[in-house]
């Protein structure tokens, strides 16, 4: 069965650095795109970007290029979304994927979302 | 790279019939088959119900279709059930191997 896990809630402050995981099974990452996606609170979902774990080509939406990096590693099947400085803009829950199909282009199976809030 | 454009609310009575359309560009929505269609109930992780315009992943009732005219894309709910009531997602591929969704539907079963 394909499963995403990612890590816990994080409450961080303005400026601090933070970066998240999504953790999956072989099935997940051997042969598939990773999407991130955002959803603010109270808000509508947001495509971020996406990446092929195995060679860790990644792209961007326009909206979030510059402001998050998107990773992974491989060998222990975890990709990862990453900042540097956060704002309080950044305070949603962000979800990661399995991107599959043509241009992958279905996000079939989804982490279980991970709260990020970002607060003084 | 806009959102998609989607009705901000739709209803309808159970039994009934309803369509959330889903209007894009002729660089999203209009250039390419790969519009895909999600429900995601309050507090809930979205979930899969058509991929590629119009296809229905395993598991998701036949009441649920997809289709797509122009730079429009629209999922069809036939006989609207309670279970029915959530926000509904689309998206489709863009270029350049990026996305985008639209701004969502919430759907109320009357």
């Known amino acids: 069965e394909v499963q995403l896990v990612q890590s816990g809630p994080e409450v961080k402050k303005p400026g601090e650095s933070l970066m998240i995981s999504c953790e999956g099974s072989?099935?997940?990452?051997?042969?598939?795109?990773i999407g991130w996606v955002r959803q603010m609170p109270g808000k509508g979902l947001e495509w971020m970007g996406i990446?092929?774990?195995?060679?860790?080509?990644?792209r961007y939406s326009p909206s979030f290029q510059g402001q998050v990096t998107i990773s992974a590693d491989k060998s222990i099947n975890t990709a990862y979304l990453q900042w540097s400085s956060l704002t309080a803009s950044d305070s949603g829950i962000y979800y990661c994927?399995?991107?599959?199909?043509?241009?992958?282009?279905?996000?079939?199976?989804w982490g279980q979302g991970t709260l990020v809030t970002v607060s003084s | 790279q806009s959102a998609l454009t989607q009705p901000a609310s739709v209803s309808g009575s159970p039994g009934q019939s309803i369509t959330i359309s889903c209007t894009g560009t002729?660089?999203?929505?209009?250039?390419?088959?790969?519009v895909s269609w999600y429900q995601q109930y309050p507090g809930k992780v979205p979930k899969l119900m058509i991929f590629?315009?119009?296809n229905r992943p395993s598991g998701v009732s036949n009441r649920f279709s997809g289709s797509r005219s122009g730079n429009t894309a629209s999922l069809t709910i036939s006989g609207l059930q309670a279970e029915d009531e959530a926000d509904y997602y689309c998206?489709?591929?863009?270029?350049?191997?990026?996305?985008?969704f639209g701004g969502g539907t919430k759907l109320t079963v009357l």
């Open positions: 994927a399995r991107a599959v199909g043509a241009r992958g282009s279905t996000l079939d199976y």
């Open positions: 072989e099935d997940s990452f051997t042969h598939y795109w």
């Open positions: 990446i092929y774990p195995s060679d860790s080509d990644t």
């Open positions: 002729s660089s999203d929505v209009g250039a390419y088959t790969y």
């Open positions: 590629e315009v119009s």
């Open positions: 998206c489709s591929y863009a270029s350049g191997r990026t996305w985008v």
